[in-house]
């Protein structure tokens, strides 16, 4: 009897295509020309999609978002899809959720700065701030849970991938409009 191995990338069939994403698979190995001289999996084992690979490209640090104007939050995905979901952080602990299950192939989302998160908390200007997007392969059943309590996140659903912000960014008190009643506009 001998022993052997082969190389081979998870789901690629000898056509060159992959295999469909399933969990009942098995392998079956055999000598040619022969009915008698073959072996299959004991089990089955799970081909599984990969994951997608999301990277948050603004804010990345170092940006004044001022309150009540419009910021596109935005990131890069590469992969099979699916959907995330953007937290706003400061000094590193999480508030809430900002927006959830955006279709990852939307590649931005237009946050209107100062609006409550989706807990309904506000966040006061200031320093330190940073976004979390969380990538899913499926929708977040039970969506208002990820707003009520941001920390609970992962037992709604364990995100595949993630990224922050690279650095932190301010968010302003917002600038006045000279539309608005009782405001001077300095040039006056």
Avoid at 80 to 86: A, D, F, I, K, T
């Amino acid at each position: 009897i001998s022993k052997g191995s082969l190389p081979w990338l998870a789901g690629q069939k000898m056509d060159g295509s992959f295999a469909v994403p399933a969990s009942d698979y098995r392998i079956i190995i055999e000598v040619r020309d022969s009915d008698e001289c073959f072996d299959l999996s004991d089990a089955t084992f799970t081909i599984a999609a990969p994951p997608s690979v999301v990277a948050l490209m603004t804010p990345n640090g170092g940006e004044t978002l001022e309150k009540g104007m419009p910021f596109d939050i935005s990131w890069s995905c590469a992969g099979s899809g699916g959907y995330v979901s953007l937290t706003l952080f400061r000094d590193n602990q999480p508030l809430g959720t900002i927006a959830e299950n955006l279709p990852a192939a939307s590649l931005r989302y237009t946050w209107q700065v100062g609006s409550p998160l989706l807990n309904r908390l506000p966040y006061p200007p200031g320093s330190n701030y940073s976004i979390q997007i969380q990538w899913y392969p499926q929708p977040v059943a039970g969506t208002t849970s990820l707003g009520k309590d941001p920390a609970k996140a992962a037992a709604v659903g364990t995100p595949k991938t993630d990224d922050r912000s690279d650095g932190m960014f301010v968010i302003g008190i917002g600038r006045a409009k000279k539309s608005d009643p009782g405001m001077k506009d300095s040039r006056d």
